[in-house]
Every structure is written in structure tokens, then in C-alpha cells.
């Protein structure tokens, strides 16, 4: 009922914006509001042969929608904005972006969002799901916690002139799938802070050239606890790894990010250390991926304050004038390292090798293939995960 309840109400506020404010030169600013949403649909193929023991192969073939999302933006004054997204995957209700945004704060600068937002934990974090260019983000990104969080974040990227961008999010210990609730905010909170720079751009000629750092700290609970990282080999239905931690006081992330764009060649790196200190002893995971991805048709990736953002096709899909669309090819090789916590030498690292194609029938709409090699570095049978990930996408 809750859910129904929620959702009246936001059908309702989208039909009653006739509030009227008046702006600096004295005329009436009209609250807006912009309905959007995306609807992601996957296949999953997985196997292994002759896998997880002696005998056995590992087969999965499945689908889902990997995102329903829908949700109302805009503004409500000048300088004051919102954002309420959902997300039901699933069959569950998940908040996502839920905020209100104060822009062009006085003497501060920037911009401050109250609420859930995106924390600032690297490129391929803060580059939208709609916008990346392989089916999941690399597997670094599994020690950054989920995507979203609530409290308070701030962004400013016009430091030195645009120079510089900073982003940093003071936030709590909620769970997305129960409204970010956090019901002891003295049992721990997170600290991310983000430094980027474009060091140069050619708008003309469609090159750039991006470095950044980020740092995060973590504490999931007041007294020390267990914990488990868990995560997938970039793919959202296979086999599942999981990494414990025994007594779990903080984290501390440290991660670099470079990227270079060059018309329709772009490049993408990021290298992580995510140090995890229990009782005993501090324990390093290390992340890191490179990858480079080539319009064919020669768009290129549009990018601002710090992250990628929509392609734009030359040519909408049209067959009947002979129009096509956008082909973009990629490849990504990705790692993630935590042979600090096993310490067997087995099965204690995952490398992955992705290629693939994205055809953006137009800038809202596109069709994906990854075909994806997982290496699970076991000492004696090491027979890898092969995947073939299909997805349908569109967003407005």
C-alpha cells in the first residue's frame, strides 16, 4: 500500500505546479517538472567448461530487466532544484537520485544536493548508467560501496576557472532498498572527496585529456564487525564472489582516474588501493581496468564536469535513407586483486577481458553485446567464465 500510496503522490505533484515565485527582475518563475525514466533489458549467457569440480560444467542462461526507472525533475526557484527517481527491478521499490539541489550557493560556490545523490567515488562511478559503454562498470567499483547515498554532497567545478572540479558527501549508513533509513547515525558514516581536472580540451577537434583522484572513507558500524565484499565478474546474474572480513573497523580508499578523448578513439583508466583495517592487521584489495572504445562512424563522447555523458549519432536510424546510426566498438581488460585476504594463492584474484559493440539506433535507444572472459586464477582446474551479454536500452 505504501508503494501505491508513494507513487499517487508523485503523479499528483507532477499536476499541481502553479506555485509561482518571483525572480530578480520581478517576474513570476514557474516550478517545472520534466517526467523521465530508462527501461533496461538483458540476456545473460554464462558456462564454464569443465568447471567448478571435476566433472561438472557450469551453464546459466537467463533475463531481466536490469533497470526500470522512472522519476520527475526540475526546478523550484532560480536557484533551487529536485530529483525524484525510482528504480523497480526486481519487483521492488529502490530509491535513487531523491534530492533537492541549492545551486550557486553564495560566497561557497557550487552546488550542495541534500539527499540521496551519486558519491564521487570515480569516473566510472559518476559516469550515468545510461551513458557507460560496457554492460556493468569495472569490478573496482565493488569496494565503493553502492552507487547512491544519502546526506550531504557538494560539487564546484569551476575552480581556477573550470580548471578544477571538487566534489566531496558527508553520508550515512541506510539501505537503499528501505529509503536509505539509518536509525543510529553514531554507528558510522562515510567521507568521499573527488579532485578532477580536464588539463586540456580542443572542443574543435573533440580531444580531451581528464586526470583525477578520489578518496574515500568508510565506517559501516560503531564497534568493529564482520563483512563481506561481494561482487560478480561484470555481469549481474553469474557466479558470485565473495571476500569476508573478520572484525571490520574502517576503510580507506585511495583511487587514480585518467582518460583521453581523441574524436571517436577514447581511452579510460582508473587503478584503486581499497585498504580495509580490522583488529588485526590492515588488508589491501587492489582494483584497476583500461579501455578503449572507437566510433566507426565517428561520434565521439561527450563529456563534462568530470564524467562522460550521451553520444550523439551523426545519423538516426533510418534503413529507408540508408542511415544507420552510431557503431562503437569496445574492449576492457579489468582486474581485481585480494590476495591479501587469501592467502592460499588460490582463486585469490579475477582478471577479465570484455569486447563488444554498442549500436545507438539514436541518442536514446541502443542495442549492446559484451562478450566477456573471466579468469578466476585457480591453481589446479582454471577453466574460465565465458559470457555473452545481450541488452536493449532507452531512455527520455
Do not use: C
Not at 567448478?52 to 533497470?67: A, E, L
Not at 534530492?99 to 552546488?111: A, E, S
Not at 559493440?357 to 567464465?385: C, G, P, Q, T
Request: proline share 3%; charged share 20%.
Amino acid at each position: 500500500m505504501s508503494k501505491i500510496l508513494l507513487i499517487i503522490l508523485i503523479g499528483f505533484f507532477s499536476f499541481n505546479t502553479n506555485a509561482q515565485e518571483e525572480s530578480k527582475s520581478g517576474q513570476k518563475v514557474k516550478p517545472t517538472v520534466i517526467p523521465h525514466g530508462r527501461i533496461v533489458y538483458d540476456f545473460e549467457f554464462h558456462k564454464i567448461e569443465n568447471g567448478i569440480s571435476p566433472g561438472m560444467d557450469y551453464t546459466f542462461n537467463g533475463q531481466q530487466f536490469r533497470t526500470v526507472r522512472m522519476g520527475l525533475k526540475g526546478n523550484i526557484s532560480q536557484n533551487i532544484k529536485y530529483k525524484i527517481e525510482l528504480d523497480f527491478k526486481g519487483g521492488e521499490l529502490i530509491y535513487r537520485d531523491m534530492y533537492v539541489k541549492f545551486t550557486n550557493v553564495p560566497y561557497l560556490g557550487g552546488d550542495i544536493f541534500v539527499g540521496s545523490y551519486v558519491e564521487a567515488t570515480g569516473l566510472s562511478m559518476k559516469t550515468s548508467g545510461k551513458f557507460t559503454t560496457f554492460f556493468e562498470r569495472s569490478m573496482l567499483t565493488n569496494t565503493q560501496n553502492n552507487r547512491w547515498n544519502t546526506g550531504i554532497h557538494y560539487s564546484n567545478f569551476g575552480l581556477l576557472n573550470g580548471i578544477v572540479g571538487l566534489q566531496l558527501s558527508y553520508a550515512f549508513n541506510g539501505r537503499h532498498t528501505s529509503g536509505f533509513t539509518d536509525t543510529n547515525l553514531s554507528n558510522g558514516r562515510h567521507i568521499v572527496a573527488r579532485l578532477t581536472s580536464p588539463l586540456f580540451q580542443n572542443k574543435d577537434k573533440k580531444q580531451l585529456f581528464h586526470i583525477g583522484v578520489n578518496y574515500e572513507n568508510r565506517r559501516r558500524t560503531e564497534n568493529p564487525s564482520n563483512y563481506k565484499l561481494k561482487f560478480r565478474p561484470e555481469n549481474n546474474m553469474g557466479l558470485k564472489i565473495t571476500i569476508p572480513f573478520e572484525n571490520l573497523k574502517t576503510q580507506n580508499d585511495i583511487g587514480f582516474e585518467l582518460a583521453g578523448r581523441f574524436g571517436p578513439l577514447s581511452l579510460q583508466a582508473e587503478y584503486e588501493i581499497s585498504e580495509y583495517t580490522t583488529i588485526e592487521k590492515n588488508i589491501n584489495v587492489v582494483g584497476y581496468y583500461a579501455a578503449v572504445t572507437y566510433f566507426i562512424t565517428g561520434e565521439h563522447r561527450g563529456y563534462i564536469n568530470g564524467a562522460f555523458l550521451r553520444i550523439k549519432p551523426y545519423n538516426n536510424v533510418n534503413l529507408k535513407e540508408g542511415n544507420f546510426g552510431a557503431l562503437e566498438l569496445v574492449a576492457r581488460y579489468s582486474v581485481i586483486d585480494y590476495s591479501d585476504v587469501i592467502l592460499t594463492g588460490d582463486s585469490d584474484r579475477v582478471d577479465n577481458v570484455t569486447i563488444g559493440f554498442n549500436w545507438y539506433l539514436n541518442s536514446h535507444a541502443r542495442l549492446m553485446y559484451n562478450y566477456v572472459i573471466a579468469d578466476f586464477n585457480k591453481k589446479e582446474e582454471n577453466d574460465k567464465l565465458q559470457s555473452n551479454l545481450v541488452r536493449m536500452q532507452v531512455d527520455f
